[in-house]
């Protein structure tokens, strides 16, 4: 699915959010039809893409944190969106951009969802191919925030947000390397936010759940009440009937995602509820805006653990490099046979 940026954007706006663009907006109104009162000590969220060459200039580098919020187009079994990771991603870009604006001076300035991640939970399987998951290579996407990070960078931007999380470990390890680029390059900090996040949350559930649901990997009890708190429209009604496919571990999780019927997701979805995935984002929102305090503040959130970091290595990632390498070798021998053929 590619997402319709706008509408996402229209539809994932938290009321407080929209209510803070939309006072801000009646404030600025007659400052914007007077251009001699300067902009830029207003606290504020604005979005890129409505924004021209002398509104970007204006705004102050110092106080301007560039927000990246990150999808990945990935399977996420019979009763889960395959856009589920863009939805809370997405959420949290939103809350964490009104947070920022409500720092006298601050302002965020909201980039459009980049829908495009590395590792589908199907790669667990050895299946290269599931509908649902559309991903790219993960050099792909470290390739794509270096980019940015080159662009925002050589404008002056100092503060960047990527809101990416995905449970892939190498997904993680290229958006952290990216953000090491940022910082090596340019001077500035540019924070993969859910690699320090999910390296630091706590499990919600009940021990009896734990038990029922497993490890909680793919499309479990709590990433299924994570979207029923947040999208509830887009989860299938019939997830109360699911068949468990629960593991304790992920060399029991990698067994059962081998199996020819494995339709995709994992642990007990129809233990799901709302109220858990509220408290879970609830967290993640909490933490979030603790670690922007604190780097905002000059904190060297570097040296804090990472989540790529910390679960990488295991079997069925070390399968999916040796295919991520073949692909990337017949992209390479198709180029070299088929060169662009020069106009004149
Ligand atoms: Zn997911």
Not at 157 to 183: K, T
Not at 195 to 220: C, I, L, M, N
Not at 241 to 251: H, I, M, R, V
Request: aromatic share 8%; with cysteine.
């Amino acid at each position: 699915m590619i997402w319709k940026i706008r509408e996402l954007l229209r539809r994932l706006s938290l009321p407080l959010a929209g209510a803070i663009i939309s006072s801000m907006r009646i404030q600025l109104l007659p400052l914007l039809l007077c251009s001699c009162v300067p902009l830029i000590a207003q606290a504020q969220v604005r979005e890129f893409v409505s924004l021209n060459t002398r509104q970007i200039e204006a705004l102050d580098r110092s106080k301007t944190v560039v927000i990246v919020p990150g999808g990945i187009l990935e399977e996420h079994g019979p009763y889960l969106p395959a856009g589920s990771d863009g939805i809370f991603n997405q959420r949290l870009a939103n809350d964490l951009a009104a947070f920022i604006a409500s720092r006298p001076g601050w302002t965020a300035l909201m980039l459009p969802s980049v829908p495009l991640g590395a590792g589908g939970a199907n790669e667990m399987g050895a299946k290269y191919s599931f509908p649902g998951s559309c991903t790219v290579l993960p050099a792909t996407l470290r390739s794509i925030f270096m980019d940015l990070a080159d662009q925002l960078g050589r404008q002056g931007f100092r503060w960047i947000l990527v809101v990416h999380g995905h449970g892939d470990p190498i997904h993680n390890q290229m958006l952290d390397q990216a953000s090491d680029y940022f910082h090596d390059t340019y001077g500035g900090e540019m924070v993969h936010l859910f690699g320090y996040v999910w390296a630091a949350s706590k499990d919600f559930r009940t021990p009896e759940e734990r038990k029922k649901d497993g490890q909680a990997e793919h499309a479990t009890m709590t990433e299924t009440s994570v979207i029923l708190a947040l999208k509830p429209e887009w989860v299938a009604s019939d997830y109360k009937s699911a068949k468990p496919y629960a593991g304790p571990n992920l060399d029991e999780l990698e067994r059962i995602a081998k199996e020819k019927q494995w339709p995709g997701y994992f642990g007990d979805p129809a233990l799901a509820n709302e109220s858990l995935g509220m408290k879970i984002y609830g967290q993640w929102l909490a933490q979030s805006e603790g670690l922007v305090t604190q780097i905002l503040a000059g904190k060297d959130y570097r040296k804090m653990p990472r989540y790529g970091d910390l679960t990488s290595g295991d079997p069925a990632d070390i399968a999916a490099a040796k295919e991520n390498a073949r692909l990337e070798a017949q992209h390479a021998a198709w180029l070299q046979n088929h060169p662009l053929i020069p106009s004149h």
